[in-house]
């Protein structure tokens, strides 16, 4: 393992330990609720990030192209992240519903990026 490789996955470990404080300290400090500004816009981001993911993942990956797998990574960290966010800021009833419904589809999404990430073969062309 290369020296700056063995440092930015030391760095990475720390990182992790030192987000538990920083966790809890938004646990107990956030308020409950709040209002946002672009609403709208936040939501439409994602869903945009996850549509030019999903798009660039396919244009690479049909011309096997090996940073489909990079794409294809970043587009399932997307839709589980639209999800989570789906999911925590719906309201009881049918929009949850809907909500939960979104996540199975971008679960799957999410699912089919991590094949697509971690299989050589497929985007090899074979």
């Given amino acids: 393992m290369r020296r700056w490789t063995r440092w930015t996955l030391i760095v990475l470990g720390t990182a992790s330990v030192l987000l538990v404080p920083w966790m809890i300290v938004l646990a107990v400090t956030l308020p409950g609720s709040t209002e946002v500004r672009h609403w709208a816009l936040a939501w439409i981001g994602l869903d945009v990030l996850m549509a030019a993911g999903c798009a660039t993942t396919a244009l ?3 011309r096997g ?3 489909a797998r990079l794409t294809a990574s970043a587009t399932a960290s997307v839709a589980v992240l639209d999800a ?3 999911i925590t800021t719906a309201p009881a009833g ?4 809907q909500a939960l419904g979104c996540a199975v589809l971008e679960g799957a999404l999410a699912g089919a990026c991590v094949y697509l990430a971690l299989s050589r073969r497929v985007l090899a062309g074979r």
Avoid at 94 to 97: D, F, H, Q
């Fill in 60 to 62: 690479l990956g049909l």
């Fill in 65 to 67: 192209d090996s940073r």
């Fill in 84 to 86: 989570w966010f789906d």
């Fill in 94 to 97: 049918a929009e949850l519903a």
